[in-house]
């Protein structure tokens, strides 16, 4: 089964500070990962595709990189807002697995 | 502005079946593929199913093959996902979601629609 690995699950931070999520592939995906926000209580919505390109409209304090198996999202400077859930999805082929999670809460 | 919203979300014993729809609106349906995407309270999200623009490719999770089939009616703008043989872990608000241009990622989301499986 291919399987979409996220770190840390869970994470508390202050608000400016600068936090990284990653997300592992199981096997190699390419640049074809995204990465969504789910803010309590609302549906998802997409902050990056291609693995680092920035859908318009996403602040510029959130950021892509990585490629193949390893993918990390990066907030800058932490805002109250960032608040949420975040999500990445593999969408190369089926299946478009998700990775479990990872909760973002401020310290 | 793309629109999309989902009905028929309902409480059904294990072992019944539903039919959800999703209803477009503020764009050329017929251009994209279209996906569901279920969430369990208080779990994370679970790809479902992905069709093609004009239903000739169908795709399915593990876990819901052979008991759910992904339809498509673009003279009405409509995505359905008709569910078999329901269990109690396809409790779920489903969402669907329509593909971002010519990338296979979900760019527009509708609100979602729940699914009480009961045991």
């Known amino acids: 089964d291919f399987q979409m690995t996220q770190s840390p699950s869970s994470l508390s931070a202050s608000v400016g500070d600068r936090v990284t999520i990653t997300c592992r592939a199981s096997?190699?995906?390419?640049?074809?990962l995204a990465w969504f926000q789910q803010k309590p209580g609302q549906v998802p919505n997409l902050l990056v595709y291609a693995a680092s390109t920035l859908r318009s409209g996403v602040p510029s304090r959130f950021s892509g990189s990585g490629s193949g198996t390893y993918f990390t999202l990066i907030i800058s400077s932490l805002q109250p807002e960032d608040v949420a859930t975040y999500y990445c999805q593999k969408y190369n082929s089926a299946p478009w697995t998700f990775g479990q999670g990872t909760k973002v809460e401020i310290k | 502005e793309a629109q999309l919203m989902e009905f028929g979300g309902d409480l059904v014993q294990a072992g019944g079946s539903l039919r959800l729809s999703c209803v477009a609106s503020g764009f050329s349906f017929s251009a994209y593929d279209m996906t569901w995407v279920r969430q369990a309270p208080g779990k994370g999200l679970e790809w479902v199913s992905t069709?093609?623009?004009?239903?000739?490719?169908?795709f399915y999770a593990d876990s819901v093959k052979g008991r759910f089939t992904v339809s498509r009616d673009n003279t009405e703008d409509t995505l359905y996902l008709h569910m078999n043989s329901l269990r109690v872990e396809d409790t779920a608000i489903y969402y669907c979601?329509?593909?971002?241009?010519?990338?296979?990622?979900?760019?527009?989301w509708g609100a979602g629609t729940t699914v009480i499986a009961s045991p």
């Open positions: 979601a329509k593909f971002f241009d010519t990338l296979k990622v979900a760019d527009v």
């Open positions: 096997q190699g995906i390419g640049n074809f």
């Open positions: 069709i093609s623009n004009g239903g000739s490719r169908t």
